[in-house]
């Protein structure tokens, strides 16, 4: 059986990864000179850096067995610090006195946050959550209005997704929540992200899976994958590409183009930043109501760089920012830095801008989402836009393109 893989990011190695093991022909198509999709580093004056920000949970059972399968293993994983920069003032949300000292909200406010910290982290079941029901509505119920206002609105819709609350899906938000993302343990691989894609991709290829880089795909249509170089026929073809990237070359049965093309996109720009020292003491700084959404010292969990190294980065309503030169968005971004961390002495930075960060989880994309299977028996995809209402992440990834491959074999042997 032939395959043919859009993409080289995490599913579509995983995807192909389990194709090759069950013997059968794989070719994947990049688009760019480098595996990894949003994993992708790029070398920062000799430095191979994630181009966004990336770290492994320890209870990211997919991703630590492949690190270890090629040498990359996570020498230790800790607790972060967690901070929510607002109105000026650095709060510190690494302990329970971090909430009380948290003056952005009122004292009931801080009250009502707190015991619904406390229902999240222990009676809270997401999978009861109806599927229509939008995160305002839910929000409002659990927790009031204020702090779903000051802090939901600005970290979920604003900063996040860049639509009104009330178009957000709260199951989602409540499995995100869920997760314990900043309570959770974390690590990095201490060879870099660059050195286990590397790897990994090198073991496709000495096992004959031909990766073919700056492939830009014309058409996609019955089995038939057109580049500017070939037209090739295959048995099976995997998207991993975003939806409105697959959508503009594949040529599909109309009500299928027209569910898919209600999915929206959120996009994200970064910059990617050296400095002198840690401009200040957490990992994970979230900024309400600045132009900047998320700061992120990658450093604190992966220190092998000359310089520190970080990003601080938008998502949102980014796609606005994209005219603008690197040095503007620098300027901007910085400017909201050092807001926060006068004394922080920036080296150099870097910037990157992408259009397709992650699906916009609003209440109909449980309708409208891409399934693994399609209207097509030939089609599949890939990746985490079919993993609602799961976390994005790499683990979620890797885990789409095992699934993906395991139903193409289950099917067609």
């Known amino acids: 059986m032939r395959v043919g893989i859009i993409g080289g990011g995490l599913s579509g190695l995983a995807a192909a990864d389990v194709l090759k093991k069950h013997g059968e022909e794989v070719v994947i198509f990049e688009s760019s000179n480098q595996l990894g999709g949003?994993?992708?580093?790029?070398?920062?004056d000799g430095e191979a850096v994630p181009k966004f920000y990336h770290h492994v949970f320890k209870h990211d059972w997919i991703t630590r067995k492949s690190l270890e399968r090629f040498g990359c293993e996570i020498g230790r994983f800790s607790k972060i610090n967690m901070s929510i920069l607002a109105n000026g003032k650095t709060y510190d949300f690494t302990n329970p006195l971090g909430l009380l000292r948290f003056d952005y909200l009122s004292l009931l406010g801080r009250f009502r946050y707190g015991l619904f910290g406390a229902y999240v982290y222990s009676l809270m079941n997401p999978a009861k959550l109806p599927e229509k029901l939008d995160a305002d509505t839910w929000l409002k119920k659990a927790v009031g209005k204020e702090v779903t206002s000051k802090v939901f609105f600005e970290l979920y819709a604003r900063n996040k997704f860049g639509i009104p609350l009330n178009e957000i899906s709260a199951k989602q938000f409540a499995h995100r929540m869920k997760a314990k993302e900043?309570?959770?343990?974390?690590?990095?691989?201490?060879?870099?992200?660059?050195?286990?894609i590397n790897r990994f991709g090198e073991s496709l290829k000495k096992r004959d899976v031909d990766i073919r880089f700056n492939q830009k795909i014309s058409s996609l249509k019955d089995k038939v994958i057109t580049t500017e170089r070939k037209k090739e026929e295959f048995d099976i073809v995997i998207n991993t590409a975003p939806t409105p990237a697959f959508l503009s070359f594949a040529v599909i049965p109309e009500h299928y183009r027209s569910q898919l093309s209600k999915i929206r996109y959120c996009p994200v720009v970064s910059v990617v930043f050296k400095s002198e020292n840690f401009v200040n003491p957490f990992y994970w700084n979230n900024l309400l109501r600045e132009h900047a959404h998320v700061l992120i010292q990658h450093s604190m969990i992966n220190d092998r760089f000359s310089y520190k190294v970080g990003w601080i980065s938008k998502y949102?309503?980014?796609?606005?920012?994209?005219p603008l030169t690197d040095e503007q968005i620098v300027k901007k971004y910085l400017m909201d830095l050092k807001k926060y961390s006068p004394n922080a002495k920036i080296i150099a930075t870097r910037v990157f801008r992408q259009p397709f960060s992650e699906p916009i989880y609003d209440v109909n994309y449980p309708k409208v989402m891409p399934r693994t299977t399609t209207p097509l028996p030939w089609l599949f995809n890939a990746g985490i836009a079919t993993t609602y209402?799961?976390?994005?992440?790499?683990?979620t990834a890797l885990e789409s393109g095992v699934d993906t491959a395991r139903i193409i074999i289950k099917n067609f042997k």
């Open 38 to 44: 949003l994993a992708s580093s790029f070398d920062f």
């Open 389 to 395: 209402p799961k976390i994005r992440n790499m683990n």
């Open 182 to 196: 900043f309570l959770g343990h974390f690590g990095y691989p201490s060879l870099g992200l660059d050195t286990w």
């Open 316 to 322: 949102g309503d980014s796609g606005k920012d994209f």
